[in-house]
């Protein structure tokens, strides 16, 4: 069935056809702007997550961020605080597509088949989490070359081919999920509660603002949007924080054929609880910029392809 929606604006941009709800092409259309969504702009903050990692790795590294770049550009250059920006790029771009599309892949399967009467909480919860498990297996050996190459001085590879080779090479592939019960720690309930604090905060505003949202444009709804993005970005920073740490832990001091568990455990000993918490304020400030961008992407690509703008949840 073709989708309904308002007469468009004097001069808008508009597609010659819309796309079918629901259809092949709709979740395939999802997936692309996931991909278009989550590769660009986690590349784009690479600066504020290789000092982020760094320090949580070494917290004595660099006294502030502004000092971490300072440091690194005077010695590498822009392309040393760039550094580790293609395996980002590649990871999320696949993490985009699999969280955004599969999102609504069983979005439409809880909620319009196998559970028509859940509340749709549930079925955005669960939809989120089944996505972003799916979506970490396809993310996991890029975060764990990206990772490597942020923490290891000198790097261990100067770029994601080396990076994969070296890994393969030496620990079989394996060493590319040896993150990978960290990763789901921090990314699945990171998902859930984004979406729903992204909710609440968006009837919040609306609230406050005393119209309903199809009484403003879609540039005002878009806005609306980004300001719900970056207070949900801002609240899932805090609360998956410790399993980002430990992922970055994992990923650079994991030894060879110790088990998670054991690891885990290891690293935790020595470094305590108040070291679940080191590169906070950088993550809080990549993160909400990201989730704010994320769905102002994706909400504007939907809106071009004639897609309604359905609630989403976007990626970390």
């Given at each position: 069935?073709?989708?309904?929606?308002?007469?468009?604006?004097?001069?808008?941009?508009?597609?010659?056809?819309?796309?079918?709800?629901?259809?092949?092409?709709?979740?395939?259309?999802?997936?692309?702007?996931?991909?278009?969504?989550?590769?660009?702009?986690?590349?784009?903050?690479?600066?504020?997550?290789?000092?982020?990692?760094?320090?949580?790795?070494?917290p004595k590294i660099y006294t502030s961020n502004l000092s971490a770049w300072r440091t690194i550009y005077r010695a590498e250059g822009i392309r040393g605080v760039f550094?580790?920006?293609?395996?980002?790029?590649?990871?999320?771009?696949?993490?985009?597509?699999?969280?955004?599309?599969?999102?609504?892949?069983?979005?439409?399967?809880?909620?319009?088949?196998?559970?028509?009467?859940?509340?749709?909480?549930?079925?955005?919860?669960?939809?989120?989490?089944?996505?972003?498990?799916?979506?970490?297996?396809?993310?996991?050996?890029?975060?764990?070359?990206?990772?490597?190459?942020q923490t290891t001085l000198p790097p261990f590879a100067q770029n994601l081919r080396e990076g994969w080779s070296t890994i393969v090479r030496t620990e079989g592939y394996a060493g590319l999920y040896k993150g990978l019960y960290p990763l789901w720690a921090r990314q699945i309930p990171y998902t859930m509660v984004k979406f729903a604090t992204f909710e609440s905060a968006v009837a919040q505003i609306y609230a406050q603002l005393g119209k309903p949202k199809e009484s403003y444009s879609t540039l005002q709804q878009t806005g609306v949007s980004f300001l719900g993005g970056y207070i949900a970005g801002i609240g899932?920073?805090?609360?998956?924080?410790?399993?980002?740490?430990?992922?970055?832990?994992?990923?650079?001091?994991?030894?060879?054929?110790?088990s998670a568990g054991k690891a885990i455990g290891r690293i935790y000993g020595k470094i305590g609880f108040a070291g679940l918490w080191n590169g906070l304020p950088v993550r809080i400030f990549m993160i909400g910029t990201l989730t704010a961008f994320q769905w102002l992407i994706y909400d504007s690509f939907k809106v071009y392809l004639g897609m309604s703008s359905l609630p989403l949840v976007v990626d970390v």
């Open positions: 069935m073709a989708m309904r929606g308002k007469p468009e604006a004097p001069g808008a941009v508009t597609p010659q056809r819309k796309i079918e709800l629901f259809s092949g092409t709709y979740f395939a259309a999802c997936m692309l702007g996931g991909v278009i969504a989550c590769g660009p702009t986690h590349a784009s903050v690479t600066p504020l997550d290789l000092v982020k990692c760094r320090r949580q790795v070494d550094f580790g920006w293609s395996p980002t790029f590649v990871g999320y771009s696949f993490q985009g597509l699999g969280k955004y599309g599969f999102y609504e892949v069983f979005k439409y399967y809880y909620g319009e088949k196998l559970f028509p009467n859940t509340p749709k909480t549930l079925v955005y919860l669960g939809a989120s989490a089944s996505a972003e498990f799916i979506a970490d297996l396809a993310l996991c050996p890029f975060e764990a070359i990206k990772v490597r190459m899932c920073a805090v609360v998956s924080h410790p399993a980002d740490v430990m992922v970055s832990k994992l990923n650079a001091d994991r030894q060879k054929g110790e």
